[in-house]
């Protein structure tokens, strides 16, 4: 166990940690630059997340780590709680791994939710980016880009009759898909409790009044209901309060877009390239607006605190939606003197989308997108501080598209 805050907020260079074998001894370890803070963005998984409602005891909840080890009876009925990602893969793996028929699956469903195309990532003409870039062309507009990348097969919905609520850059196949469809959908709000009734009956209560749905003995209920890695931390929500390089520690969060692999590559990237006195300090002072104000050894800290910034998917404004492609841009920017360097990086990094055999256009669409963000500055609420980034951005980064065109 390791108290961040505590280490955050006091002047020792020491980290005091307690382990987790019971007997609670404790450590210290001596800084030399850096802790990594890992753990704020850290998904919250139905395994080690109880679920948010009571349950009487006797009643069959399993985790899907628990329904991956169990077999399973051909008459008996499983009901998945959650439409995230980790519901929607119970769902497909009790019928395509354990064999039980989609009339035996019931999942409840609080919000229907936008789902990226794995095929449409598939046939190379689509990327993560894809989404601030339609909000962009949207004049901010979140409703209308998603239904437009519905439009282009980059997205699908659960039920084509339903308009999804919610968008949590979760992504699925079309076979997938096409068992989810098979299955009992359940949409009626939040489960608020899971209860004995009657015998050996069950009751499925939902915090809509008057909602309540009763299953037989033969039922397992699948705890799927857990938040993942959108786990309630302000960082989803704020977009300028949590800096991700602070004096003593490094906080991994997402600077493009989900999944956050990438982004953390390219945090330690620049932590690699403060050490080794490879960032582009000029470019940092012409962001600071000319001379830094601190001594030399300090600039590094200094750049890095005020313009590495992190993406907050659930801050809806146009101007948070739309960050991405300013973000990446500023990690090719500041990584190194010479851009060419950073992009070469990126394409053998697994981890980035970059490596991929896209349309060289593609990759680089987020540059060109820096230039539309500067025309559209007052639709999507951009300061007169950002666009002067921005413009010095694109400047900066003039060699990767003349490479490209």
């Avoid at 909602?211 to 300028?240: A, L, R």
């Avoid at 960032?279 to 590094?300: I, M, W």
């Avoid at 593609?362 to 060109?368: G, H």
Wanted: net charge neutral; charged share 25%; glycine share 6%.
């Amino acid at each position: 166990v390791f108290d961040f805050d505590l280490f955050h907020a006091t002047e020792q260079r020491e980290a005091r940690f307690v382990s987790l074998d019971g007997k609670d001894k404790m450590y210290g370890v001596a800084v030399a630059e850096r802790v990594v803070n890992g753990a704020i963005m850290e998904p919250l998984v139905p395994s080690l997340t109880p679920v948010p409602f009571p349950v009487d005891p006797g009643i069959d909840l399993i985790t899907p780590n628990e329904l991956f080890e169990r077999k399973v009876k051909g008459h008996h009925h499983y009901v998945v709680i959650g439409c995230g990602k980790t519901g929607m893969d119970a769902v497909t793996h009790l019928q395509r791994e354990k064999g039980v028929d989609p009339k035996n699956v019931t999942l409840i469903m609080p919000n229907d939710c936008w789902i990226f195309n794995r095929n449409s990532l598939k046939k190379r003409n689509s990327t993560p980016l894809d989404f601030p870039s339609a909000v962009l062309d949207c004049d901010g507009d979140m409703g209308k880009a998603l239904r437009s990348m519905e439009d282009q097969g980059k997205l699908v919905r659960v039920d084509p009759s339903v308009t999804p609520t919610r968008f949590r850059y979760a992504m699925i196949g079309q076979k997938e898909l096409l068992l989810l469809r098979q299955v009992r959908k359940v949409r009626e709000g939040r489960v608020a409790g899971i209860k004995k009734c009657g015998g050996k009956n069950v009751l499925l209560e939902f915090e809509k009044e008057g909602c309540n749905i009763p299953f037989d003995k033969d039922v397992t209920f699948v705890h799927c209901c857990s938040p993942g890695p959108f786990n309630g931390h302000p960082m989803s929500y704020e977009s300028d309060n949590w800096p991700i390089f602070s004096d003593k520690m490094i906080t991994l969060a997402i600077i493009a877009t989900p999944p956050i692999s990438f982004s953390v590559s390219c945090i330690a990237y620049l932590e690699a390239s403060r050490l080794l006195g490879k960032l582009d300090l000029e470019f940092g002072r012409k962001l600071l607006g000319g001379d830094s104000g601190v001594t030399p050894e300090l600039e590094p800290d200094l750049v890095l605190k005020k313009f590495v910034k992190h993406f907050s998917p659930l801050n809806e404004s146009p101007r948070a939606q739309t960050s991405p492609m300013k973000l990446l841009a500023m990690f090719f920017a500041l990584a190194d003197s010479n851009c060419m360097k950073v992009m070469e990086w990126a394409k053998q990094n697994r981890l980035a989308f970059f490596s991929l055999p896209l349309d060289p256009a593609l990759k680089v669409k987020f540059l060109l997108d820096l230039e539309k963000m500067v025309k559209k500055r007052e639709v999507i609420g951009l300061s007169e501080k950002d666009v002067n980034e921005i413009e010095l951005l694109i400047e900066k980064l003039k060699p990767i598209m003349i490479k490209v065109s």
